[in-house]
């Protein structure tokens, strides 16, 4: 194992989940400097994820016509160009116009470091690699928090992200010709002679894409929605609404790496996460005290903790590695609908009605991620 690499990559992520983290603190300032409804969200999200659809489900396919160094630059550079134009987009069309593009270089940035993870991390590794994600949206949250707080327009948040990921491309760069995924040519069946469609084609690559849907419509969208629901229809004070929102990430990030050190059986871990997931949103749903608000937070975030990188530790296990660069790039583009799509939806919800029904809509979403990943776990025994 390249430690140069663990580390950098550990860095990639750390940089991944600013804007995950920032957004939804951002979000009350986007919306009214462009003189937008809370519906809108959903419209910046679509962007943001038809250029991370596109972007993710070339991974397989790009990393073969070039290389893994390429792909992963590629979503730095991009992500960094964003986050420049996003901060300096003087019109609602061009913000999400500019999504777009963001949105490429999350999705290039985030397949490539999690291809080589998949193929060189041990489990416990890639866990602390998706503890850096978190760590990050943990960071970013901080940031836009602190950048509010202070008076200023939250279009300098997304200026200092996008040095960070500028920044970013130099240790890439330097190391690029260091990225391998041998791990996948050790078989006897190349992965590089599978195409997308063939991938597809495989059920349980489905049923596996609907789970990352799921679950990633829960920590993005609660993490998006947080910050609105406790300001504007809690009352919470902006600071400590936004340090609560931080909490979140924070109880995210701690879990990760906890988890990080126990060694146990994995389908019991993600059920029992997914559990906890639907019982903090449902504390959170009820509001029935002051302290809801913080416990609800921490519950779900701690339980959103070990899923993403435990499904992607057994996604060569669960379609073969001929087919896993695909997978995990399908993966990720099912990642980005889900933290959009649904997100979306529920500020048409919140629109309509009033923003309590956002965590009554992410309620209903954990049942549903309680029954795929069901059906996931017993695909085997029934195909």
Partial sequence: MNRKLLFISYLGFIALGLNDGMLGIAWPGIRDTFGRSN?????????????YIIASSLNGWLIQKRSLAFVIMAGATGMGVGGWLLATAPLWWLLVTVSVCFGMGAAFLDAGTNTYAAANFRPRLLNWLHASFAVG???????????????????????????????????????????????????????????????????????????????VAVEIGLGNWAFTVLTESRGIDVAAAGWWVSIYWGSFAVGRLVLGFIETNVTRLIRLSILAIAFGVFIWWLNPAPWANT??????????????????????RLVGKRHTPNAIGFQLAASGI????????????AERSTLEAVP??????SLLLIAAHEALVRWPRTR
Avoid: C, K
């Fill in 338 to 349: 889900g933290a959009s799509l649904l997100p979306g939806i529920a500020g048409v919800f």
């Fill in 39 to 51: 519906d809108a969200l959903g419209v910046l999200l679509f962007g943001f994820t038809l250029g």
């Fill in 360 to 365: 009554l809509f992410f309620f209903g979403v």
């Fill in 295 to 316: 416990v609800g937070l921490l519950i779900i975030g701690f339980g959103n903790a070990p899923i993403f990188p435990a499904l992607v530790a057994q996604t060569p």
């Fill in 137 to 215: 949206t943990m960071v970013g949250t901080a940031i836009m928090t602190t950048v509010i707080d202070n008076n200023l327009e939250w279009r300098v948040g997304y200026m200092v992200a996008g040095s960070i990921y500028l920044l970013l491309v130099i240790p890439f760069a330097l190391t690029r010709t260091e990225w391998h995924i041998d791990g996948f040519n050790d078989t006897e069946e190349n992965a590089s002679d599978v195409t997308a469609l063939e991938t597809l084609r495989q059920p349980v690559v489905l049923l596996l894409l609907l789970v990352f849907l799921l679950y």
